[in-house]
């Protein structure tokens, strides 16, 4: 079964860091890009990046462009996002999904972020 | 970055069709110069994560009823719903791919059905 499944989720105060990790089961990880999706409370989804198949490339939405980065390891079939210097607008659930050509076909679960003092 | 517009609620009766529109400007949802088109539909439930209904405008994943059909005009691409039934009830966001690095989803549709 295609899975992916979120974690590393939590609160943490304004200013501070979190890493969210997503583990992939069910194909083949290495040939995917991947992309990171939030959607904060009662809100929309918004797309957040989006890393290429080998980890050599990514890209950011303006809002976390040099405060968030993408990575994965191929060999762990895990990806990640690294994001610092958070604020209370990043608040929100942080899925991960596959990106199949220039569409998302498979979605975790998500894992929910809580920025707070 | 701009989002694309969708309407924030459409409703209808069981049995009914309904039409959810996404409009942005033509360099997002006109797609490329190529003539590529790019935008997705996805569903979501409370609570649940988002699901995809439709690929490349029209295309239909495998498992999706082909009560979900996609089109698009111009600058607005389209997600109808035929045959309306109580479990559609949810959001429905489209999505494209704009400037050939990053994607922008519209703000949502709620389906109610009455």
């Known amino acids: 079964e295609v899975q992916l499944v979120e974690s590393g989720g939590g609160i943490v105060q304004p200013g501070g860091s979190l890493r969210l990790s997503c583990a992939a089961s069910g194909f083949t990880f290495s040939d995917y890009w991947m992309h990171w999706v939030r959607q904060a409370p009662g809100k929309g989804l918004v797309w957040v990046s989006r890393?290429?198949?080998?980890?050599?490339?990514?890209v950011y939405a303006d809002s976390v462009k040099g405060r968030f980065t993408v990575s994965r390891d191929n060999a762990k079939t895990t990806l990640y996002l690294q994001m610092n210097t958070l604020r209370a607008e990043d608040t929100a659930v942080y899925y991960c999904?596959?990106?199949?050509?220039?569409?998302?076909?498979?979605w975790g679960k998500g894992a929910t972020v809580t920025v707070s003092s | 970055q701009s989002a694309l517009t969708q309407p924030a609620s459409v409703s209808g009766s069981p049995g009914q069709s309904i039409t959810i529109s996404c409009t942005g400007p033509s360099s997002d949802v006109g797609g490329y110069d190529y003539g590529y088109d790019y935008v997705s539909w996805y569903q979501q439930h409370p609570g649940k994560a988002p699901k995809l209904l439709i690929f490349d405008v029209t295309q239909r994943p495998s498992g999706v009823s082909n009560r979900f059909s996609g089109s698009k005009s111009g600058n607005t691409a389209s997600l109808t719903i035929s045959g309306l039934q109580a479990e559609d009830e949810a959001d429905y966001y489209c999505c494209s791919y704009p400037s050939g690095t990053t994607w922008v989803f519209g703000g949502g549709t709620k389906v109610t059905v009455l």
């Open positions: 999904a596959r990106a199949s050509h220039y569409y998302m076909d498979v």
């Open positions: 890393i290429n198949s080998d980890g050599s490339g990514a």
